[in-house]
């Protein structure tokens, strides 16, 4: 089969070929409890990015030659011996952490910090090809009508974004203030769940005018272009904002962005790259909070997908075939990509 795959690092993203489109040797057969399907729609991520500059994620990485592709879609090809609720051609939504269910972490639903976890695309071969392994439990079935080019990115963009704003649900006020920083493939599900989630007032920043006018049209009507035009917001006069959800993540934005909080606000850290530096003396003395958001639970995946099937979650996407997967990358380096960028096996 046909797949993408990464054989070298590229610590700049400057190589022009940064994945191999080529054959490899398809998936074994589906053992006890698998489930083999056939890619439809994979979503190709700043993760991705990250992965192939080769830097530390925090997170075990699978050996180099591995396929990419960690927003999955697509229809049962086969299943494996105790699989009852797929058939062959069911159309399906990856949920991006294969677990057993058995530690304590997955029988609280927090499949996202099982240690043994298995994620295509992190640690095993991922989507960006045309047949990828799951197991039974980490699959939705979903209409065969829907949109699997809308729904792939839902995988991590849309429970990463409902992971952030589920930590703010009871937290934000009616009068308060929430700041988003970067509108990007994960930002414009943020901003549309923070809409029909919190009773705030949303305020979001990208450097780009065609992602600020993607928010406007979402329904967020104060944006700017940067952090430094939001200096008349005084954090220390209780003017600023009560959570900032920080989807970029780099260079000196987040510090910039602890600046900005209420006292007894929230930094939610959802994009990576950057440091927070903040004082014990200002953590105590203003009560701030600093959080990470990583990814989400298989019921935020259940959650979005219902909302975006009923039309109430907008999935932003721009379809490309497999094999011009470096386009994309390099597209998405240079914030060419509004929304996100899904890839369809040729
Ligand atoms: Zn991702």
């Known amino acids: 089969m046909k797949a993408a795959v990464l054989h070298n690092y590229d610590s700049d993203l400057r190589k022009k070929e940064l ?5 490899i040797d398809s998936p074994p057969e589906p053992g006890i409890g698998e489930v083999i399907v056939k890619i439809k729609a994979a979503g190709v991520c700043r993760t991705d990015l990250h992965i192939i500059t080769g830097r530390d994620l925090g997170i075990p990485l699978a050996k180099l030659p591995f396929v990419l592709g960690h927003e ?10 105790g699989v009852n609720n797929f058939i062959k051609g069911d159309k399906v939504l990856c949920y991006p952490f294969l677990t057993s269910g058995i530690s304590t972490e997955e029988r609280y639903g927090i499949d996202s910090h099982t240690l043994n976890r298995k994620t295509p695309g992190i640690n095993v071969n991922g989507g960006f090809c045309e047949l990828t392994k799951f197991s039974e439990r980490s699959l939705i079935k979903v209409d065969q ?19 952030a704003v589920r930590k703010l649900m009871g937290f934000i006020r009616p009068q308060d203030r929430v700041l988003v ?7 414009h599900l943020g901003i549309q769940l923070l809409l029909r989630l919190t009773p705030g007032e949303i305020i979001a920043v990208d450097p780009r005018e065609e992602a600020r006018n993607l928010a406007n049209s979402l329904g967020i009507t104060e944006c700017y272009e940067s952090l430094d035009q939001l200096d008349h917001f005084k954090a220390l006069n209780g003017n600023g904002f009560r959570a900032v959800l920080d989807f970029f993540g780099e260079s000196d934005i987040p510090n910039q962005a602890v600046g900005l909080l209420n006292n007894q606000g929230r930094y939610l850290a959802i994009g990576t790259g950057g440091e927070v530096r903040v004082s014990t003396a200002e953590l105590v003395a203003r009560e701030i909070s600093i ?3 990583f990814v989400g639970n298989f019921t935020d995946l259940v959650e979005v997908t219902n909302l ?7 999935s932003k ?10 386009r994309v990358l390099h597209d998405l380096r240079d914030g060419k990509i509004l929304g996100r960028a899904v890839l369809v096996p040729n």
């Open 19 to 23: 994945l191999v489109y080529e054959d």
């Open 72 to 81: 999955n879609a697509g229809e049962v090809y086969s299943i494996g011996e």
């Open 145 to 163: 009508k829907a949109s699997l080019t809308e729904l792939a990115p839902l995988g991590d963009a849309g429970i990463t974004a409902y992971g």
């Open 181 to 187: 920083i970067g509108i990007g493939g994960v930002g």
């Open 291 to 293: 959080i990470g958001s």
């Open 308 to 314: 975006t099937v009923r039309g109430d979650l907008i």
């Open 317 to 326: 996407v721009s379809t490309y075939p497999l094999n011009e997967v470096n």
